[in-house]
């Protein structure tokens, strides 16, 4: 049987970090605590929430394919409906959520803000 060896988080206590969480959640904050199982507790965390916002639909569509001037109007309006409707992530709000535990399983990625010494 294995034994779980803690994480080395030490080098990252008490700094400004960033972490990408599962459903690209993004939460930045103070690491003030960590398990060997990587749970961890961030101090003043914010929660960068991401926004939605329709794409512009007009677009110039030529169509090449060997097709009656009926349908490719029809395709090409189809096209330019579907374009009109797709929505693209933009940067939105902040919302402050201060100190939380966050399960290990679902960080995805952890990088700090500051620059670490190399200890």
Same mark, same amino acid.
């Given at each position: 049987m294995s034994k779980t060896h $803690? $994480? /080395?988080l030490k080098k990252y &206590?008490?700094?400004q970090v960033d972490l990408k969480l599962n459903g690209n959640r993004i939460v930045s904050g103070i #690491?003030?605590?960590f398990d060997p199982f990587m749970n961890i507790?961030? /101090?003043d965390a914010v929660e960068n929430l991401k926004k939605m916002v329709e794409i512009d639909g007009s677009i110039d569509i030529r169509i090449t394919a060997q097709a009656t001037d009926e349908c490719q109007w029809i395709i090409g309006k189809m096209i330019r409906w579907i374009i009109g409707k797709m929505i693209r992530w933009?940067?939105?709000e902040k919302n402050e959520i201060g100190m939380v535990v966050i399960r290990g399983n679902s960080i995805v990625i &952890? /990088? $700090?803000k /500051?620059? #670490?010494d190399q200890r």
């Open positions: $803690p $994480p /080395e &206590m008490d700094k #690491l003030r605590g507790v961030v /101090e933009i940067n939105g &952890m /990088e $700090p /500051e620059r #670490l």
